[in-house]
């Protein structure tokens, strides 16, 4: 009989992983035997996890694949509070480590039937003894659909140390639920040709394990009492950039702010002819309070008197942006800072943020060609070229970028 899967078979058994996951939102996760790191590169995605973690014996298969794990240019333009770290080690499950202690849910697709008989006592130990995991999710080939696959005459995989039938894995599974606190229950992916469902089962039998609450059981606690130990390799690790880091927030709020103090003092430059708009106050540098903001401005931009010296035909001016006004007018802003008064706090000490005296407005600067200047150049048809010159340096910084 020529069957076929679709989706593929490693398909189906990933994503009932993923469609968990989604229902049941685990901070922790663990893969067992993770190989190539499909399903991590998969689960990367659902944010509720907090710490993926990859455990293979084969380390050179990790590493030939581990950097597909590390975050991509979005994560890091656009950063949420979302937090995940990913930890990928060389080791075996039937040697205990501390570090995977604890989790919320740890997976063993397609891997128990690679180990040997004493190696299935040590594997039940570590993960349901010493582990301790909420959940447990194990894939294994159901031997009784093999008949439905050409070429099988034995196992599917050299390696194969064994393939359990229904009944077996079943003995097994309860055997491991009672021994050391957990129920479970069974399915599967893979369905069997019409009307042959029930009588051979899923080509890959699947079982779901739930820790009870109150776990008395003497076999988990004599375990549990056992010297921590770190017998894996840390092979690769990354933290994924996020706005609960404070420098990743502050750049990115500084970022936000100075986006919208130019907007707003572009806006209210187009609004001067037809008043001053109350929302955004300007500061002359001639008089008035703002004068020592001005000259602390031009020390901070690099400005100084050369400029005039040298005969600039440039003066300058300071827009003072309000910052209940960018609070009010920019939700990312709001969003970042939490309040107004955490906002005037995490811009006061920022290099690129040019405060007020009194810390409650970002001063922008605004420069002004001198009006008989530009008759001048006018005249001389220089704009034209200027213009067209500073375009195409734009243009081959864009190109710069890319």
């Known amino acids: 009989m020529d069957l076929t899967f679709s989706p593929p078979l490693h398909k189906q058994r990933h994503q009932f992983v993923v469609d968990f996951v989604k229902r049941n939102k685990p901070k922790k996760v663990v893969d067992l035997g993770c190989g190539e790191c499909t399903l991590l590169k998969m689960l990367k995605f ?18 030939k694949k581990m950097h597909g794990l590390a ?32 989790f919320d849910l740890v997976t063993s697709i397609e891997l128990i039937e690679h180990l040997t008989p004493a190696d299935i006592e040590l594997f039940s130990e570590v993960v349901f003894g010493y582990m301790t995991p909420k959940t447990v999710i194990i894939s294994t080939p159901n031997s009784e659909f093999n008949i439905f696959l050409p070429g099988v005459s034995n196992y599917r995989h050299s390696d194969h140390k064994f393939e359990w039938t229904r009944a077996e894995f ?53 375990v549990n009492d056992a010297e921590d130990l770190f017998s894996y390799t840390l092979l690769y690790s990354i933290n994924y950039p996020s706005l609960c880091d404070n420098n990743i927030l502050r750049r990115v709020l500084v970022s936000e702010v100075l986006y919208w103090a130019e907007k707003l003092k572009n806006r209210w430059m187009e ?95 605004h420069w002004e060609q001198d009006q008989e200047d530009d008759y001048n150049l006018d005249d001389s048809g220089y704009p034209e070229a200027s213009l067209h010159s500073n375009s195409a340096e734009q243009e081959e910084d864009w190109e710069a970028n890319d």
């Open 46 to 63: 659902h944010r509720e996890i907090e710490l993926l973690v990859g455990v293979d014996v084969n380390g050179a298969k990790v590493k």
């Open 71 to 102: 975050p991509i240019s979005t994560d890091y333009l656009e950063p949420s509070y979302d937090q995940l770290r990913v930890e990928l080690y060389q080791g075996s499950v039937t040697q205990k480590d501390a570090r995977l202690k604890g």
């Open 170 to 222: 079943r003995s097994w599974a309860m055997k491991v639920s009672l021994d050391y606190g957990y129920e479970v229950e069974f399915t599967g992916v893979g369905e069997a040709p019409q009307g042959q469902q029930e009588a051979v089962g899923f080509c890959s039998q699947i079982g779901v394990f739930y820790q009870l609450g109150g776990r008395d059981c003497c076999k988990t606690l004599l």
């Open 271 to 365: 609004e001067q002819a037809g008043g001053i708009c109350d929302a955004v106050a300007l500061c002359q540098t001639e008089e008035g309070a703002c004068a020592e903001e001005m000259k602390d401005l031009m020390e901070w931009s690099g400005a100084s008197d050369s400029a005039e010296k040298q005969g600039s035909c440039t003066s300058s001016r300071i827009v003072a942006v309000p910052l209940d006004v960018l609070w009010s007018c920019c939700p990312k802003v709001r969003m970042l800072s939490g309040s107004l008064c955490n906002l005037k706090h995490l811009l006061m000490d920022e290099p690129n943020i040019k405060l007020s005296q009194d810390s409650s407005a970002v001063l922008v600067n």
